[in-house]
């Protein structure tokens, strides 16, 4: 079974602390994803990767950066935490896109609930 | 930007009811995925649907693409307490890496 697993289920931290989010994935996929999960609006797209050290602009980058050093592993940073970024973190990873087939599904981690105070 | 609707927001069926939750877009999709998240967890991956007209089932869930790819259905029959949680559909709608996603779908079963 594919297995996501991020490294923390509840986080508590202080406006203006540094955040690291880690996820690591056992399937060898390429793809790999950082979401934000918020009431009302849905899971929204921060960064994702496609390869080690690639990384691409999601929906809501600001205030967020990501680091794909090994191919198993894709963390979520946040240089310098804002309560506005209170909210359940989501990290999954499928396989790459073929040409003419569909995106293959994508595996979730277990979630992150970060509260900045 | 692309957006999918999903409706209701929420909903509260009694144990053993049918219920449909539907997830709609204004431009066609290359694909349209069904997700299931318990309670502050991750998403379970449900169905997936590709083809206009598609249907697929497994146990007592029934997701339904229409001919246009522009509307999903999932279909609930016999529900019960462990059906409970949110629904999301996500969806392809240029054929990249990135899926768009519906608000989710809060389904409740009562005893």
Same mark, same amino acid.
């Given at each position: 079974?594919? =297995?996501?697993?991020q490294?923390?289920? +509840?986080? &508590?931290? %202080?406006?203006?602390?540094?955040? !690291?989010?880690?996820?690591?994935?056992?399937?060898?996929?390429?793809?790999?994803?950082?979401?934000?999960?918020?009431?009302?609006?849905?899971?929204?797209?921060?960064?994702?990767?496609?390869?080690?050290?690639?990384?691409? =602009?999601?929906?809501?980058?600001?205030? +967020?950066? &990501?680091? %794909?050093?090994?191919?198993?592993r !894709?963390?979520?940073?946040?240089?310098?935490?804002?309560?506005?970024?209170?909210?359940?973190?989501?990290?999954?990873?499928?396989?790459?896109?073929?040409?003419?087939?569909?995106?293959?599904?994508?595996?979730?981690?277990?979630?992150?609930?970060?509260?900045?105070? | 930007?692309?957006?999918?609707?999903?409706?209701?927001?929420?909903?509260?069926?009694?144990?053993?009811?049918?219920?449909?939750?539907?997830?709609?877009?204004?431009?066609?999709?290359?694909g349209?995925y069904?997700?299931?998240?318990?309670?502050?967890?991750?998403?379970?991956?449900?169905?997936?649907?590709?083809?206009?007209?598609?249907?697929?089932?497994?146990?007592?869930?029934?997701?339904?693409?229409?001919?246009?790819?522009?509307?999903?259905?999932?279909?609930?029959?016999?529900?019960?307490?462990?059906?409970?949680?949110?629904?999301?559909?996500?969806?392809?709608?240029?054929?990249?890496?990135?899926?768009?996603?519906?608000a989710?779908?809060?389904?409740?079963?009562?005893?």
């Amino acid at each position: 079974d594919v =297995k996501v697993t991020q490294s923390s289920r +509840y986080l &508590v931290k %202080r406006t203006g602390e540094k955040v !690291f989010l880690e996820c690591v994935q056992d399937m060898d996929h390429e793809n790999m994803f950082w979401y934000r999960q918020d009431p009302g609006l849905g899971l929204r797209l921060i960064y994702f990767s496609y390869d080690v050290k690639m990384k691409e =602009k999601g929906d809501i980058p600001e205030g +967020y950066s &990501v680091s %794909r050093e090994k191919k198993e592993r !894709f963390s979520l940073i946040l240089e310098s935490a804002s309560t506005n970024q209170t909210s359940m973190y989501l990290c999954a990873s499928s396989f790459p896109l073929v040409a003419d087939t569909q995106p293959d599904e994508q595996f979730f981690g277990p979630g992150t609930r970060l509260t900045v105070l | 930007s692309q957006e999918l609707e999903q409706s209701p927001q929420s909903l509260i069926v009694q144990e053993g009811k049918n219920l449909t939750i539907n997830c709609t877009s204004s431009k066609t999709l290359y694909g349209l995925y069904w997700y299931k998240q318990k309670y502050g967890e991750g998403l379970i991956f449900l169905m997936m649907l590709q083809k206009g007209g598609e249907e697929k089932s497994h146990e007592k869930i029934t997701a339904k693409l229409d001919e246009k790819k522009q509307q999903s259905s999932l279909h609930i029959t016999a529900s019960q307490p462990s059906h409970a949680g949110i629904y999301l559909c996500g969806a392809d709608p240029d054929s990249n890496y990135q899926l768009i996603w519906g608000a989710g779908t809060k389904l409740i079963i009562k005893p």
